[in-house]
């Protein structure tokens, strides 16, 4: 259970000793449940800052340099393979790269078969519970 955005602090700096270039992280939840907000947790707990953060939600792809860099995909309005394909995000999936995706159920061609899935359940100023892989929820 995540009770408050310190506690996703916590979470993202363990999650981020566990991730290796080259991942792709499958990002799952509703809107508001907080995929954005774990996202710069986690950017934070890899480069030590945010500062190129900014929300996504229109904008559909961000880089955030740094080791490794961190490429931030958010699908949330893809409708059809025509549009993901005029985006031309499949060079995002670089090797030295921690890919992150929202809304991957938009556009499933697109990530690796190995991308690990984390679902974030929970919306507003209540707990959130997260599950990792096939893991124990959190
Ligand atoms: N425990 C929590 N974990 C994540 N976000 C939380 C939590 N508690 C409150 N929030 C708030 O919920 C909102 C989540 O928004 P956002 O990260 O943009 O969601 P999403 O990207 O999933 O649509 C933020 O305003 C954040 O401050
Ligand atoms: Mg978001």
């Given amino acids: 259970m995540i009770p408050d955005e ?12 566990e991730l290796r270039p080259g991942r792709t ?3 799952c939840g509703a809107l508001g449940a907080g995929k954005t907000t774990l996202v710069r947790a986690l950017v ?4 030590g800052d ?3 953060v ?3 939600t229109f904008v559909f792809r961000n880089r955030y340099e740094g080791v490794p860099p961190v490429e ?3 699908l949330y309005r893809i409708e059809s393979p025509a549009e993901l394909a005029e985006l ?3 060079d995002a999936f670089a090797p030295d790269a921690l890919v992150i995706v929202e809304w991957p159920e938009h556009a499933p061609s697109l990530l690796p078969a190995d991308a690990l899935r984390i679902d974030i359940t929970g919306v507003g100023a209540g707990p959130r519970t997260i599950r990792v892989g096939g893991g124990a929820a959190v």
């Fill in 88 to 90: 031309g995000l499949e």
């Fill in 44 to 47: 934070r707990a890899l480069h």
């Fill in 25 to 27: 992280i499958a990002l």
């Fill in 6 to 17: 310190t506690a996703l602090d916590a979470f993202a700096q363990t999650l981020a000793g």
């Fill in 50 to 52: 945010d500062d190129a």
């Fill in 72 to 74: 931030h995909l958010d």
């Fill in 54 to 56: 900014s929300s996504p």
